[in-house]
């Protein structure tokens, strides 16, 4: 099973996003779940690599670098998710899907 966590402030749009876009893989035949933590927890998760996948919330794109320099040491992608992608209706669970599909490492 692959993992993606999505990294944002308080973690409730996220979780909510999250659920949501673990769903949707799950309704597609995908063994992808996707979680969510708060920034102050962001760190820690990605120097802990458990997850595949770090994806940055919108409201939390001014910790990526810092979060992207973690990721970097870790050897894990860390990505900013696009508004449009964040949004928890159809579409943008569609486009959130989408780019975890593009950006999720080859095994």
């Known amino acids: 099973m692959k993992q ?3 990294i944002c ?3 409730m749009s996220s979780s909510l996003m999250a659920k949501k876009t673990t769903e949707y893989f799950d309704s597609k035949g995908k063994d992808i779940k996707v979680d969510a933590v708060s920034t102050s927890e962001g760190t820690q998760k990605i ?3 458990e997850f595949d996948l770090f994806l940055i919330s919108p409201q939390t794109k001014m910790h990526y670098k810092k979060l992207k320099e973690t990721g970097d040491r870790a050897g894990k992608p860390v990505i900013n998710i696009p508004p449009q992608a964040y949004i928890p ?3 943008g669970i569609e486009k959130l899907a989408n780019l975890i599909l593009q950006e999720l490492p080859e095994e």
């Open 4 to 6: 993606a966590l999505i």
């Open 9 to 11: 402030a308080a973690g």
């Open 47 to 49: 120097e802990d690599s």
């Open 89 to 91: 209706v159809p579409m």
